[in-house]
């Protein structure tokens, strides 16, 4: 248990556990870990996944990045002037977030310049690439010929198991009832379980309070209330 003896909440952090064996595999996202696992026999240099907020496209590249020894960059950090200052000498990349509006130059020099030093590109992205409005033809054939893989929402029972991980990664000690009546209430994403697990711990801490059902349910009034 945590201390709850202060009278303001103070955010110490918390260390999320991202390695293979806290993954939680379920039909939403078993396709995306086995072409993980077939790495590095990919077909060609890059792979996506793609797929709504929190539905697991970090852990999934953490997992890769701790097996290939990539580099991670986020794609904002990307510009014309900065592909071989960014990537220096890296054979694996992990590129996070990939938006529409990517700097097409930029990221045509670093697919060229992965794919001439025999390496790979782990690419994570709100929807599949190739339905990106690209300039560039040599880019968007890029983009289309590589394989895109999709991270859909998950169910009752991997959602349910998502937010216990989440909890335990806060040292919160939760019952398997407040779980079920989450379940029941709160949208059906990990995004949502993810503010709704940091919510419930800020006014636990806040409160020294245990994490009941009435805590619960005033959380997601709240959160509610404020359009979450």
């Not at 078993?30 to 970090?58: E, H, Q, V």
């Not at 983009?143 to 990664?169: H, Q, S, Y």
């Not at 407040?178 to 801490?205: C, G, N, P, Q, W």
Request: charged letters at 25%; hydrophobic letters at 45%.
């Amino acid at each position: 248990m945590r201390n709850r003896k202060a009278q303001l909440p103070l955010d110490l952090g918390h260390e999320t556990a991202f390695g293979r064996d806290e993954f939680i595999v379920a039909p939403c996202n078993k396709n995306a870990l086995l072409w993980l696992d077939c790495w590095p026999d990919w077909p060609g240099i890059g792979l996506a996944l793609y797929g709504s907020s929190g539905c697991g496209k970090t852990h999934l590249a953490e997992i890769w990045r701790a097996r290939s020894n990539a580099l991670v960059i986020d794609a904002k950090a990307m510009t014309i002037h900065n592909p071989l200052e960014l990537i220096s000498d890296a054979k694996a990349l992990v590129i996070e977030n990939l938006p529409r509006d990517v700097a097409e130059q930029a990221l045509l020099h670093i697919y060229n310049l992965i794919g001439e030093r025999g390496g790979h590109i782990l690419f994570t992205a709100p929807e599949a690439p190739a339905r990106y409005n690209i300039r560039l033809p040599d880019l968007l054939s890029r983009l289309r010929a590589m394989p895109a893989v999709a991270i859909n929402d998950p169910d009752d029972a991997v959602l349910g198991a998502a937010i216990a991980k989440m909890f335990a990664d806060r040292q919160l000690p939760v019952s398997e009832d407040i779980i079920k009546y989450l379940l029941t209430r709160m949208e059906r994403s990990f995004h949502a379980a993810k503010k709704i697990a940091e919510e419930i711990d800020r006014v636990a801490l806040a409160e020294r309070r245990q994490v009941t059902i009435p805590l619960a349910k005033s959380v997601l009034a709240a959160l509610d209330t404020a359009g979450a």
